[in-house]
């Protein structure tokens, strides 16, 4: 008797999606049941003449009586957590089915609102696992995408309100590679940076930003007898347009800004299709001058963008210089408004 095979493996994925359904849902209880006990919480201690001090002793006082029984689920810094969870999020019905308590046990140390909306939105619209949320956060991807965008673009961007029309809202400078284990101090040539970039092409995709997809390496171009080779070629479906990258691990040149133009003019008028927009090309480069850029391309292009990538994750000491010059940058506008 001949059966279908398919059946087996359309079985399977029903069992793995139903197992997947209900880690989420309890999850979410879990999630929802921390904010219940937070909130319960957060309504004892207003009752406390001195609530700092009463705040204090009523965390460790719950913690000493529900560890025994519950588990190190309920210490007291767990405790401290769901009131600190209660607080940032009020109101349950702004709380997403789709963010685990692991995501949400990092997005509440966030220090602003703006930084909070945006990490969820990104998360929830993106699928973030617990490991990418956190990498985002550390590699300052919200002060980043601030350094070339408004405040309000930013995170109307993230929440879907708006979709991207410009590539200078998707395209981050500078990139962080960490990823690729690459030492610092070593040195390496540029097939080298590109082999180590296709090993670990999920988190350069995460690092690029939504919506892009990989196309080819080392695309082969002809130009009547000459014949060239594109480091890296990738699809964004946000900006419907061919993304293009070229890797450059000494110092950007103008030399590098032509030959890229040169790429991006072929895709243009050989691949690029009637209905997707022009071609973007990024020079991923170790060191990066501005002016060379400025002065090598036409005033107002939106098709040539240096970014210069960093092998580590910025220190904590980087990440509050980037916040003082966000500030910087807000405080400018705002001089300039009035």
Not at 118 to 126: D, G, L, P, Q, R
Not at 182 to 191: P, V
Not at 255 to 263: E, K, N
Not at 297 to 310: C, N, R, T, V
């Amino acid at each position: 008797m001949l059966v279908n095979k398919s059946i087996i493996s359309n079985i399977k994925s029903i069992i793995a999606n139903s197992k997947d359904s209900a880690i989420r849902a309890v999850d979410h209880q879990r999630t929802l049941m921390y904010w219940h006990i937070g909130k319960r919480i957060f309504e004892e201690e207003q009752q406390g003449k001195d609530r700092a001090d009463y705040g204090k002793f009523l965390t460790k006082y719950i913690s000493e009586e529900l560890e025994p029984e519950y588990g190190s689920g309920f210490s007291k810094r767990q405790i401290e957590l769901f009131r600190q969870f209660y607080r940032t999020f009020p109101n349950t019905n702004t709380l997403y089915s789709q963010l685990s308590w692991s995501q949400y046990k990092i997005i509440i140390r966030l220090e602003s609102q703006d930084k909070i909306d945006f990490y969820i939105a990104e998360t929830v619209k993106n699928n973030w696992t617990v490991r990418q949320l956190e990498r985002q956060i550390y590699s300052s991807l919200y002060e980043r995408l601030l350094l070339s965008n408004d405040k309000e673009n930013v995170l109307a961007v993230a929440r879907n309100e708006k979709q991207s029309s410009d590539a200078k809202e998707i395209i981050k400078d500078p990139m962080f590679l960490e990823f690729l284990g690459l030492k610092r101090e070593a040195s390496y040539y540029e097939r080298d940076l590109e082999s180590a970039i296709i090993t670990h092409l999920q988190d350069f995709l995460l690092e690029l930003g939504n919506g892009f997809s990989f196309v080819a390496r080392q695309k082969r171009i002809h130009i009547e007898s000459d014949e060239f080779f594109v480091d890296l070629v990738f699809y964004n479906r946000i900006l419907h347009c061919f993304v293009i990258i070229e890797i450059k691990t000494a110092k950007l040149t103008h030399q590098d800004i032509g030959q890229l133009q040169m790429y991006v003019n072929y895709y243009d008028r050989i691949e690029k299709l009637s209905h997707e927009n022009p071609t973007i090309g990024i020079l991923l480069c170790a060191n990066k001058n501005d002016a060379v850029v400025k002065f090598t391309l036409p005033e107002g292009q939106k098709q040539i963008f240096a970014s210069q990538y960093e092998l580590y994750l910025p220190t904590e000491k980087q990440l509050l210089e980037e916040v003082s010059k966000e500030m910087e940058s807000f405080e400018k506008k705002d001089q300039k408004s009035e």
